[in-house]
């Protein structure tokens, strides 16, 4: 097996079926090849999912100029990051690790709180609570 570098590396083992998936952005993401991916997840059977980061845009929270024709919210972001986990956990089954590392999109969700200290440390805006991770078991 090739090295793999990063957080992957303690995730990944040789004798396991390993699926990783990246850079989806959603609500941006491509469905075609989304319908792709999960079809081949449902035939490869992987035990450990491994999610590389910005699976959420969170294009709304980005300090980077805005397109005004993109009308997407933080909470039409989520409810769709939401909605592709679920889908992922019932093709993946039960018995698979899934697993998520934070990529520079989701931390545009921690800079925004950083910029807004007084939201701070609230536990209900930890990535993990807003994609609710415990209700697909991650």
């Known amino acids: 097996m090739a090295r793999i570098s990063g957080g992957l590396e303690n995730l990944v083992k040789q004798s396991e079926k390993n699926l990783i998936i990246s850079d989806l952005h959603i609500p941006f993401e491509d469905p ?3 319908a792709c991916m999960l079809d081949y997840a449902k035939a490869y059977k992987p035990n450990r999912v491994v999610i590389d ?8 929270l980005s300090t ?3 397109c005004p024709a993109r009308k997407e919210t933080v909470k039409d ?12 956990r019932k093709v993946v089954g ?3 690790d899934i697993h998520y590392l934070h990529g520079n999109h989701e931390n545009r ?3 925004y709180l950083w910029r807004n200290p007084e939201l701070y440390g609230l536990d209900s805006l930890e990535l ?10 991650m």
Not at 128 to 137: A, M
């Open 77 to 88: 972001e989520v409810y769709k990051a939401r909605q592709f986990l679920h889908e992922l």
């Open 64 to 66: 980077f100029d805005k």
């Open 109 to 111: 969700l921690q800079r």
């Open 128 to 137: 993990k609570n807003i994609l609710e991770l415990r209700k697909v078991k």
């Open 53 to 60: 980061g910005d699976l959420v845009d969170f294009y709304s």
């Open 32 to 34: 075609a090849a989304v």
């Open 94 to 96: 039960k018995g698979a």
